[in-house]
T-cell receptor, first 112, second 112 residues
Framework: QKEVEQNSGPLSVPEGAIASLNCTYS??????FFWYRQYSGKSPELIMF????GDKEDGRFTAQLNKASQYVSLLIRDSQPSDSATYLC????????????FGQGTILTVHP | DGGITQSPKYLFRKEGQNVTLSCEQN?????MYWYRQDPGQGLRLIYY???????QKGDIAEGYSVSREKKESFPLTVTSAQKNPTAFYLC???????????FGPGTRLLVL
């Protein structure tokens, strides 16, 4: 079982729709959760992090965390073609101490 | 202008050659990391350092070496023992309350 799992996609949504990206993790002791966006050929850039159960909103982005289900998600409202990228979920804490463990990423395509 | 710099952007390695990738940060972060990314894959941790003059192996350290003589610098050497070095190499550093990791622009290593 992979430690951090994401659906590799591609996930295709129309412009203006809500894109929902999901991530599950196996280490129940994990403490912090990060979402990164990576454009093709570029390095990952941080979108947001979450460490408490519930929702955390930042502009068009909402991160949702459910530690009981070991599940974290990222919602992108009013999706734009510029949101087309690979989205990486990363998990820290528990047995991995300060290190991040990354999922393989979900490719998102937003079509006009 | 704070950030993480990596050089070169592209690097070509001949058979049997050691090559060194540079990573410098001026964010005053204590921890630094090296990741490898293969096409369509997530990030895999090569080495990390939480303090000057100390570093630990990550998940795929074989064929690589690092040093951490200064807080700002964390160079990675890809040795001839690494038989499949072609990949995108990412350096990161972390700091702040959540030890959030930020990435440099990356170095793409190709084998001639």
């Amino acid at each position: 079982q992979k430690e951090v799992e994401q659906n590799s996609g591609p996930l295709s949504v129309p412009e203006g729709a809500i894109a929902s990206l999901n991530c599950t993790y196996s280490d129940r002791g994990s403490q912090s959760f990060f979402w990164y966006r990576q454009y093709s050929g570029k390095s990952p850039e941080l979108i947001m992090f979450i460490y408490s159960n519930g929702d955390k909103e930042d502009g068009r982005f909402t991160a949702q965390l459910n530690k009981a289900s070991q599940y974290v998600s990222l919602l992108i409202r009013d999706s734009q073609p510029s949101d087309s990228a690979t989205y990486l979920c990363a998990v820290k804490g528990g047995t991995s101490y300060g290190k991040l463990t990354f999922g393989q990423g979900t490719i998102l395509t937003v079509h006009p | 202008d704070g950030g993480i710099t990596q050089s070169p952007k592209y690097l070509f390695r001949k058979e049997g050659q050691n090559v060194t990738l540079s990573c410098e940060q001026n964010l005053n972060h204590d921890a630094m990391y090296w990741y490898r990314q293969d096409p369509g894959q997530g990030l895999r941790l090569i080495y990390y350092s939480q303090i000057v003059n100390d570093f630990q192996k990550g998940d795929i350290a074989e064929g690589y070496s690092v040093s951490r003589e200064k807080k700002e610098s964390f160079p990675l050497t890809v040795t001839s023992a690494q038989k499949n070095p072609t990949a995108f190499y990412l350096c990161a550093s972390s700091g702040g309350f959540e030890e959030t990791q930020y990435f440099g622009p990356g170095t793409r290593l190709l084998v001639l």
